[in-house]
């Protein structure tokens, strides 16, 4: 990571070169966004699907289901770069719609419940795990703070 927040040329010719490696065939120019998530983790980046389907709306607004490599470019650096602040503000949102009596916590079993359609094939024993460690006091609620911490 550069200091600058930018890439410099062998950084990014080594994404190009993951880039092409992740394309199935050469005469196809882009990738699937419904992929992003396996092309991430295979770059040693861990995204959540959450963290995934926003990166999808901000570089496939149009929902093609399909990105270029300067659009994948810029997913790269807004990871490395911690391009989150749009993440944060969303989860904020989504804590808010949650919150429906505006009492600023929301249940772990809201939580759950979110978790699961999110990711419904999530390890049940996983997930209680990360709620157990999210609700560390035992309340069974979790504040905003906890939930962004929790989302991210």
């Given at each position: 990571m550069s200091a ?88 904020k949102n989504a ?44 309340s069974g609620e ?11």
């Amino acid at each position: 990571m550069s200091a600058n927040k930018e890439l410099d040329q062998k950084q990014i010719k080594e994404f190009k070169e993951a880039y092409n490696y992740f394309l199935p065939s050469e005469d196809v120019d882009n990738l699937e966004t419904r992929e992003l998530k396996k092309y991430l983790s295979e770059m040693g980046f861990d995204a959540s699907d959450l963290e995934v389907a926003q990166i999808k709306k901000k570089v496939d607004p149009k929902g093609t289901g399909q990105i270029d490599f300067d659009q994948f470019l810029s997913v790269v650096e807004g990871i490395l770069f911690g391009d989150n602040e749009g993440m944060e503000e969303e989860l904020k949102n989504a804590f808010r719609m949650f919150d429906k009596d505006g009492a600023g916590a929301i249940s772990v079993n809201i939580l759950r419940e979110i978790m699961m359609a999110v990711d419904p094939n999530m390890d049940k024993q996983e997930l209680e795990q990360m709620i157990r460690e999210t609700d560390a006091d035992g309340s069974g609620e979790v504040d905003m703070d906890e939930f962004i911490e929790f989302m991210s």
